[in-house]
């Protein structure tokens, strides 16, 4: 190893080119990959170990490192101009982030790099290879996946699907965060043994079932569906379902502030969907809220819909569970792993309207059974899915992997 490395501490670089995890300090724009990179970094550093962030620097006035929290600091690379670029574009500009990466790791060896998403992996494969450095993966998403479920809409760049590939056969380890993602690796050459699943986690301390709620409007029951303004996300699905839901609201979280919401594609889509359903009046779209109100509406909710079409993961089941809310979701990727039906909420087929009004229904109807789902939900997570869990499942990973490298003749001439 670099001559740092112990059983306790390690020297963690973890790599996220266009996801940075600062961006989770405003919440509305975060994504998943935001919150799980900040969250697993905080972890780790909790544990001890010392991580570093590299991230694209997308703003000029960006200084090249910032602390997140205790032990843990974010590194901005410049890599493509200094804005913000569709992630769908910066392919080109990943040789610059690599090259960034291999000058800055010649100078402080980190003990293990963890890349995530592909085009990270795609950086971190040439800069570790270069100075012999053990890389983990996490891809988060799925170009085969995105390809199938897209088609035409899929704005991936053509050779992403080949760069994924390369990346999760050169790479030291996969973590795949569901058992699902593991039946596609191997679909793709990846064999199982090269692959660890570890999920994603949930942020505990703040989605609990104890706090104050949101209001409740002048329906009997309330349902919830949080999420991106995208049509994989199967908001059409719960609003095609309401019909044969009386006396229920559906509020949709997500997509642009409020004031902007008429500006968007696919809520104009949904409204006029609700309006041809004659439930236009039990539709609600809030716009993207900050992180800490999520909880709250969570628990003014009775229950939570979560009906996309393909999910990699899911972090809003989790959420929802943490907060003791039953979930109704699609039988897709990371929900079959999250959710148990009849444990902790329903699993319907995806794309029916039919199959989720009656889920609904039934937990509707039964107060206990929401209930029972809700403290299940809650025990669910808690021993499970909490970041201090999800770190120490990565730290075993990592040393996993640094043991296996230990022997190798390469780690012997670093010594």
Sequence with gaps: MNGRHTADSMAIALVSEHASPLATLGGVDAGGQNVHVARLAAALAGRGHRVTVYTRRDAPDLAQLVP?????????????????????????????FARHLARSWRLRPPDV?????????????????????????????????????????????????????????GCDRVIATCRDEVLELAAMGIPEHRVSVVPCGVDTDRFTPLGPAAPRGPYRYRLLQVGRMVPRKGAAVSIAALPRLPGAE??????????????????RRLRGLALASGVADRVRFTGGVPGEQ????????????CPADYEPFGIVPLEAMSCGR????????????????PGTGRLVPPRSPTA????????????????????????????????????????????????????????????
């Design 68 to 96: 997140l929290c205790p032990g843990v600091e974010v590194h901005h690379v410049p890599a493509g101009p200094p804005h913000p670029v569709p992630k769908d574009e910066l392919l080109p500009h990943m040789t610059e």
């Design 113 to 169: 790099v963890h890349s995530h998403f592909w085009m990270s992996g795609v950086a971190c494969l040439q800069a570790a290879r270069q100075l012999r450095l053990p890389l983990v993966h996490t891809y988060h998403a799925l170009g085969t996946v995105k390809r199938r479920h897209q088609g035409a809409a899929d704005t991936s760049p053509a050779s992403r699907v080949v760069w994924e590939t390369e990346v999760g056969i």
């Design 250 to 267: 559906l509020v949709v979280v997500g997509g642009p502030a409020r004031e902007r919401l008429h500006e968007d594609a696919e809520v």
């Design 294 to 305: 999520i909880a709250l509406l969570m628990r003014g909710a009775d229950l939570v819909v």
């Design 326 to 341: 039953p979930v109704v979701a699609t039988t897709v990727g990371g929900h079959l792993d999250t959710v148990t039906d």
């Design 356 to 415: 989720l009004a009656l889920a609904v229904r039934g937990l509707l109807a039964d107060p206990a059974a929401r209930a029972a789902c809700g403290a299940a939900g809650r025990r669910r997570v808690l021993s499970r899915f909490s970041w201090s869990r999800v770190a120490e499942s990565t730290e075993r990973v990592y040393q996993d992997v640094l043991t296996s490298r230990a022997g190798t003749p390469a780690a012997a001439a670093r010594n």
